[in-house]
């Protein structure tokens, strides 16, 4: 067992470093949402256009 991680050590190492980089880019989206950040660009069929048109004339 420890021959086969031994021989696969660059695949393990690099598949953790891509699951936690969609980790991370999934938690920055979640709290992004959360605190209304996102905007999906086009307020027609927006049911927070409210909140787009704010911000849209804030900046």
């Known amino acids: 067992?420890?021959?086969?991680?031994?021989a696969n050590l660059i695949n393990i190492v690099l598949i953790a470093v891509i699951v936690l980089t969609v980790g991370?880019?999934?938690?920055?989206m979640t709290?992004?949402?959360?605190?209304g950040k996102t905007c999906c660009g086009s307020c027609s069929g927006c049911s927070g256009c409210?909140?787009?048109a704010a911000s849209k004339h804030s900046v």
Not at 31 to 35: L, M, S
């Open 31 to 35: 709290r992004d949402k959360k605190a």
């Open 24 to 28: 991370l880019l999934i938690r920055g």
């Open 1 to 6: 067992m420890l021959a086969w991680i031994f």
């Open 50 to 52: 409210d909140k787009c």
